[in-house]
């Protein structure tokens, strides 16, 4: 499995403007290459071919006064633009002819200048290194401060520098895993689990255990009122000023340390239940519906398709099993002790008693279950796997309520 592991970078003033402008010359021969194919459209004539872009906005370009200043910059972080935007054309095509599963996607577009995130790779041709003393050399750049947090288990196939909205640098080593030892580190569990993910709480598991939504956004805007404060001095700034861009950078860098706690949780957690379970069933939440609600603000806040990202790619390292359940089987509707169903019910009900056999239910532990039970991972008492039968949706659960097309369609 191929992974990357991300390094804080530290570069000097020298070291922030070679990079910045191996950042503008990668971004300008992207440009060239997406007007070179606007133009080529536009003249009714084919698609130029990655070699020929390449020989004329690279090698030719230098030659030329316009474009002399691209030999400052490392030939490879060039070439490796010039592929980023073959790559962004082909996944556009491949999105037009429906060969590419997610959302569709628009064409390239052109890179600007004042974009929040800039990043340059290095491929293993570009003869870049890890010093001695623990630096990372970069060609015609130099030799950067790395903050290492841990070791690299094998030697990276390339490197991507990145600098991100508030301004920080970072180096992403893109790394080929050891199945063998990955299996080593995770031995198999005989657990199973079903989680219920959810606002109250972040997630809870079929035995009752719930793990409290940390609520990282909610709670810089509360603590001393201090990401408010700062986004409301941006918006007094004037457009186009250097105290309006400080006033950017002060908002960007709270906003990182909310998206940092709040990745640290999910790794946190994710890595503690796939270490202690073989299975886990989770439900396939319609994030992008719930966007659209007054939920918004706190579904985003929670970051559930992140989280559950990041069990999908850690099953998959370790050899463990994730299963999604489809979004519209009504696990908080129905009985984990008899199958009942009796219907939906407001959010504010967080307990009832089942009708059908009368017992106790806490709402988010029963989902959980019910999760559990339509992931096929709960046991009978002759120790088999049992699902639910099919259970026919209420009349006012059918149609899409709103819903988008392709939520319906899953």
């Known amino acids: 499995m191929r992974l990357r592991y991300s390094f804080r970078l530290y570069p000097d003033h020298a070291q922030r403007g070679a990079l910045a402008r191996a950042f503008g010359c990668a971004r300008v021969v992207f440009n060239d290459a997406v007007r070179a194919r606007e133009d080529a459209r536009a003249a009714g004539g084919p698609f130029p071919k990655a070699g020929e872009l390449s020989t004329r906005l690279i090698t030719q370009a230098k030659q030329t006064g316009a474009r002399s200043w691209l030999g400052e910059v490392s030939a490879v972080v060039l070439q490796q633009s010039l592929r980023d935007a073959e790559t962004a054309y082909k996944n556009f095509f491949a ?11 628009g064409a390239p577009r052109l890179k600007s200048r004042k974009d929040a995130r800039q990043s340059i790779r290095f491929t293993a041709n570009a003869r870049w290194s890890v010093t001695g003393s623990g630096r990372l050399s970069l060609p015609k750049i130099g030799a ?11 030697t990276p196939t390339s490197v991507t520098v ?9 180096a992403s080593f893109v790394i080929d895993t050891d199945p063998a030892a990955d299996a080593a580190r995770m031995p198999d569990s005989d657990q199973t689990v079903g989680i219920d993910l959810g606002l109250t709480h972040f997630a809870v598991l079929d035995d009752g255990t719930k793990i409290d939504s940390p609520r990282f956004l909610r709670r810089a805007e509360k ?5 408010k404060r700062a986004q409301r001095e941006l918006s007094r700034k004037q457009k186009g000023s250097r105290n309006r861009e400080k006033a950017r950078q002060k908002v960007a860098r709270a906003h990182a340390h909310v998206a940092d706690a ?16 073989q299975a886990i069933g989770v439900e396939d939440l319609a994030v992008n519906a719930l966007a659209r609600t007054g939920l918004a603000k706190s579904a985003h806040d929670a970051g ?13 390292r370790y050899g463990r099993t994730l299963i999604k359940i489809g979004r519209f089987v009504p696990t908080s ?28 239910l806490d709402r988010d532990i029963n989902s959980a279950r019910n999760v559990k039970k339509a992931a096929g991972l709960a046991v009978s008492a002759c120790g088999a796997p049992t699902r639910p039968e099919p259970v026919l949706a209420q009349r006012n659960e059918a149609g899409s309520h709103g819903f988008p097309p392709e939520a319906c369609a899953a």
């Open 262 to 277: 709040r990745r640290e949780f999910h790794h946190q957690l994710s890595t503690k239940l796939i270490r202690e379970n």
């Open 223 to 227: 603590k001393e009122k201090k990401l």
């Open 333 to 360: 509707q129905t009985c984990s002790y008899c199958g009942h169903v009796d219907g939906p019910k407001p959010l504010h009900i967080r307990e009832w008693t089942c009708p059908a056999c009368g017992a106790l």
């Open 304 to 316: 559930w398709s992140q989280f559950v990202a990041m069990l999908v790619y850690k099953a998959g």
């Open 162 to 170: 990145i600098k991100d909205a508030a301004g920080r640098y970072f």
């Open 144 to 154: 950067v401060k790395v903050k290492w947090s841990r070791t690299l288990p094998t």
């Open 95 to 105: 999105s037009l002819k429906g060969e590419r599963k997610g959302p569709g996607l």
